[in-house]
């Protein structure tokens, strides 16, 4: 698996979920305001996940690349949510990654 499309993913990973979610600490700015600082860190992620996918497409295929992607997203908010918002990682959620790993496996069998 290249290393560069999985480390490029996964910075983009980083910049998205902050223009996602980052913002759900900070409810005093008005929504219009939150919504033009996620599209600045968008713009970001987009500066990495682009070269990621042109990186990577030809060795991997687009069901591969979109699978390590979601991977590498999962990854990250899990940390997200735990550090940055403080939200408690539930038992649920690693059985939904068991079977997120199952997918894997099998996109990446054939």
Do not use: D
């Amino acid at each position: 698996m290249p290393r560069l499309t999985v480390g490029l993913l996964l910075i983009s990973s980083i910049f998205m979920t902050f223009a996602w979610y980052g913002h759900l600490k900070y409810k005093h700015p008005p929504l219009w305001q939150a919504v033009i600082f996620s599209w600045m860190i968008a713009f970001l992620e987009y500066c990495f996940q682009v070269p990621a996918n042109r990186i990577g497409y030809g060795r991997l295929n687009a069901a591969q690349l979109k699978t390590i992607q979601e991977i590498v997203t999962l990854t990250v908010f899990s940390f997200f949510s735990v550090l940055y918002l403080k939200e408690h990682f539930r038992w649920n959620y690693l059985v939904g990654f068991f079977f997120l790993i199952l997918a894997v496996y099998f996109i990446f069998k054939g």
